[in-house]
């Protein structure tokens, strides 16, 4: 079916969407590099993550920020209490969700060097389940949050 956004674009002509449902990334990181984001163009967030990710500029740590130890790299970032982390796996999805996008606005004639990100949201995934046998033939849950 046709994928359900949480927001229509002020003119659909004009903008493009990327959606992924259900990933296996941590929600708490993952909230916070696209807040981090939010607001750059398409090519300066994409060096950005690729900076997280060899770790040459944090992620402020703003609203999941119990435990995150200070760095002196949250000082540029004017994160609260310096407290920085770099969420390698949460970057690469955001950087998989931006190359879709880009391929989007290829595909829509639009150049991806004036693409802005505009609206971004993260939804936390459900757990996923196993089961793990234990003594007396019990069967107790084993969940994952992704």
Avoid at 118 to 141: K, M, S
Wanted: charged letters at 25%.
């Amino acid at each position: 079916g046709k994928a359900r956004y949480s927001k229509e674009a002020d003119n659909p002509e004009r903008a493009v969407r990327a959606k992924g449902s259900n990933l296996r990334v941590h929600f708490k990181n993952t909230y916070e590099v696209a807040m981090a984001v939010k607001g750059m163009n398409l090519r300066k967030a994409q060096s950005y993550l690729n900076d997280v990710i060899d770790k040459k500029q944090g992620v402020a740590m703003r609203v999941f920020n119990g435990g995150p130890g200070r760095s002196a790299q949250g000082k540029n970032l004017h994160a609260p209490g310096s407290q920085v982390r770099w969420p390698q796996k949460s970057c690469r999805f955001l950087l998989d969700l931006l190359r879709n996008a880009e391929s989007n606005a290829e595909v829509k004639g639009l150049s991806p060097e004036a693409l802005e990100i505009t609206h971004i949201q993260v939804n936390r995934a459900p757990n996923q389940r196993r089961r793990t046998y234990r003594a007396h033939g019990r069967i107790n849950p084993y969940m994952s949050s992704p």
